[in-house]
């Protein structure tokens, strides 16, 4: 392999991995604030077919992504409203979800399958893009990777610079306290809820509309997963989540490079590749036994260690919040 | 209507046991309306589906070899939601069972079928019981969220079927043909499970709900079951009275996949008699994995209520294909009916919660108003919301033993606490 096939490999990584930054990014902020949004598989079913359907009605892919989102958040507004109104489950009411979407995507989404429609066209970015190395990699996709780009930084910011941000790590770490401080942790909630629901309906978008173009049975089935299992690997950080999104779809990349090398072995075996290294990932961040292999290295080394290794859920995830 | 059902406590039972039925019968008539929307006549349609679904003796048979699987599954479904752990690996655990009882049935074809098929069903449960161990190992061990692990080796499990039946386990006249369809050869039919013939019914449905009851004698009456529940229940308190919460979510776990695995071996010795795959976990399984845990959450989670659920969603399942064949309608309408089911259920159950949370907040009043007029006042500490629930002494609301008061769900529970306090300090 020459340099400029590492360069189109390393591309269409970041490519691959926009949608699902952008999905985890969302889970983040929701999972943040105290809420599991397990739906996300159905979620992105749902939000991919209604994409590429207003998006080829339409011919426009941003109408497309609109609508997607709109879908995003209703489904994460059920959950919601399950979870905070009804006191439901959150785990039983995104299960239940999942299903539904696959169902009433496959459904709906019948006319529509294996047709062409509304794609997001290559944008590069003038003066970035002439960049060595970096600006073919990043610089010389599109708008959604930009987006996905802009959205890793942003999310961060927002988490842990704003005010706004800390209310709403406040709901999901310690609600009590944040709702003595005078913080609405059920709206919190239901709002990040609601935005994080949004942006995994673009992320849906994004698969139909840009990464895995047009839209079959089960088109992006199995990619919500994977971003909830980011999630946690990311250790509920954007960027260590972004790493992780980058590193299944180097994963997928080196599995695909490995069977043209290997082809005796079957194919099999790289496909599940990934899904047994993200087996292991959450293995080893979440394990007692990290922390004490941690424990045994010098002190020196201790706190960066477990930075980079351990993590652990904001305290209130998954757990309702009463008020009085 | 709440507040009659509250005050009527047999009633409101009745209500909840039918609750699930009527919760069917309300997605089908969404349904009806979608049937309405694509142009067919919903009468017509349901008509074609309760005769695909009872009919006949075959259709009735056809009802009850789809619902086994489900009935299997939803099992150990029932034994791991009640150690609070979401077992949602089926699908893989159901392929896992299915692959070693299979590669048995080929590896000795001519063996007594008295001495292969006993066995098979042991590979299958042995295998479904490795498979669902795993995600429980991991769970309890390294603290891997099983629902992510269990997906996770659902795709693994699907991957290696779809690896074996092309390779190394495909029928050697597959292999000669151009087709080369992944399937294994046929198993010896000598080994078909008795079937009562002329219809498809096999001997699998009766074991299956044979296991029903055992999985309820094991629940509820034993030492195993008293521990797994106690610790879905509440895992810190079963850790101070002595119990082992690791192993008893391995066990769970082990368990559930078990009951998974031996439906995927019932599956290929009752029905299919070769293992067979699209490519897709639904080829091979009939999502079956995922039906499963409708099946039980439809069964209110108890093994002997998965029963009569598992019977009503394989009815659906034959009954929607048949509406399908009759009337031209698009198949994913049923893929989408079903999931309205899902939805209208799981809606019902929201609801029947929330009708008992009711009855508790008369429990309670009961506790604090006792309190309360020992301490002499403090009644309006109340919340507005136990108020309309009528006279605390009415329909036969009885106080609460310790058991129930600890049941007495989140929102209410600084209720007690507050009374007790008064009582105490007067």
């Known amino acids: 392999m020459n340099d400029s096939q590492l360069i189109a490999v390393l591309a269409s990584i970041v490519l691959q991995a926009s949608p699902l930054i952008i999905a985890v990014c969302g889970e983040i902020l929701t999972e943040r604030s105290g809420i599991v949004n397990l739906s996300l598989d159905g979620t992105m079913l749902m939000s991919a077919m209604t994409g590429f359907v207003v998006g080829m009605q339409t011919d426009n892919y941003w109408l497309g992504f609109l609508a997607a989102a709109v879908v995003g958040a209703i489904f994460a507004a059920i959950v919601a409203f399950g979870s905070i109104r009804l006191g439901q489950s959150q785990v039983a009411i995104g299960f239940v979800l999942t299903l539904l979407g696959d169902d009433l995507s496959a459904f709906l989404g019948q006319n529509y399958v294996r047709m062409t429609g509304a794609v997001v066209p290559r944008a590069g970015i003038p003066l970035l893009k002439d960049l060595p190395i970096l600006g073919p990699i990043l610089f010389n996709q599109n708008i959604v990777v930009y987006f996905a780009i802009l959205l890793i930084v942003a999310t961060w910011w927002w988490l842990n610079r704003t005010q706004a941000g800390l209310r709403l790590r406040g709901a999901g770490e310690r609600p009590t306290a944040a709702f003595a401080r005078g913080v609405d942790v059920n709206r919190v909630r239901y709002l990040y809820t609601i935005l994080g629901g949004a942006l995994v309906g673009i992320a849906g978008a994004a698969y139909s509309l840009n990464v895995k173009i047009g839209w079959s049975d089960g088109h992006v089935r199995g990619f919500g997963w994977i971003a909830l299992a980011i999630v946690i690997f990311g250790g509920w950080s954007p960027i260590r989540g972004a790493f992780g999104a980058l590193l299944f779809g180097a994963t997928k990349a080196l599995a695909t490079v490995l069977q043209r090398a290997f082809p005796e072995v079957s194919v099999v075996a790289f496909n599940a590749i990934p899904w047994a290294l993200m087996i292991l990932v959450l293995l080893a961040v979440g394990s007692d036994y990290t922390e004490r292999f941690i424990e045994v290295m010098p002190r020196r080394w201790q706190r960066p260690l477990r930075r980079i290794l351990r993590v652990s859920p904001p305290m209130a995830l998954g757990t309702a919040f009463h008020e009085g | ?426």
């Open chain 2, 1 to 426: 209507m709440i507040d009659f059902l509250v005050r009527n406590p047999r009633l409101g039972r009745l209500f909840d046991l039918l609750l699930p039925l009527l919760a069917t019968l309300a997605a089908l008539a969404v349904g009806a309306i979608m049937l309405q929307l694509l142009g067919a006549n919903p009468f017509v349609a349901y008509r074609a589906l309760l005769e695909g679904a009872f009919g006949s003796q075959n259709a009735l048979a056809d009802t009850i070899v789809r619902a086994t699987p489900l009935l299997l599954v939803g099992l150990g479904i029932c034994i791991a939601f009640r150690a609070g752990v979401i077992n949602i690996g089926g699908e893989g655990q159901f392929i896992a069972g299915a692959l070693p009882a299979t590669l048995l049935g080929l590896s000795f074809p001519d063996a007594p079928a008295i001495i292969i098929v006993p066995a098979a069903l042991l590979c299958g449960f042995l295998g479904g019981a490795v498979w669902g161990s795993i995600p429980g190992l991991l769970k309890a061990y390294f603290n891997v969220n099983e629902i992510l692990s269990t997906i996770m080796l659902n795709i693994i499990a699907l991957q290696f079927m779809n690896f074996l039946l092309r390779g190394p386990m495909i029928d050697p006249v597959q292999l000669q043909a151009a087709s080369a369809i992944p399937q294994t050869a046929r198993l010896n039919p000598a080994f078909d499970l008795p079937r009562w013939v002329p219809t498809r019914l096999h001997a699998g449905a009766l074991l299956a709900v044979a296991l029903a009851v055992v999985v309820y004698i094991l629940l509820w009456r034993t030492t195993i079951g008293y521990r797994i529940r106690a610790v879905g229940f509440n895992p810190d308190a079963s850790r101070y009275a002595g119990i082992n919460v690791k192993r008893n979510i391995v066990l769970a776990l082990l368990l559930s996949g078990a009951f998974a695995g031996l439906a995927g071996a019932v599956q290929v010795y009752g029905v299919s008699h070769r293992m067979i795959t699209d490519g897709s976990t639904a080829g091979f399984t009939g999502n079956a994995g995922f039906n499963g845990i409708v099946a039980a959450l439809f069964g209110k989670l108890h093994p002997l209520g998965a029963i009569p659920a598992s019977f009503i969603f394989g009815a659906l399942i034959v009954g929607a294909n048949s509406l399908q064949r009759a009337m031209q309608v698009p198949a994913a309408l049923i893929t989408a009916l079903n999931g309205l089911v899902v939805v209208f259920v799981v809606c019902s159950d929201i609801f029947s919660r929330r009708l008992a949370r009711r009855r508790q907040i008369g429990v309670v009043e009961v506790g604090s108003k006792g309190a309360g007029e020992q301490g002499g006042g403090g009644a309006g500490e109340r919340p507005a919301a136990a108020a309309n629930v009528g006279p605390p002494d009415s329909g036969g609301v009885k106080p609460a033993p310790p058991a129930t008061a600890a049941k007495v769900s989140a929102p209410i529970k600084p209720v007690a606490p507050v009374a007790g306090k008064e009582a105490s300090s007067d």
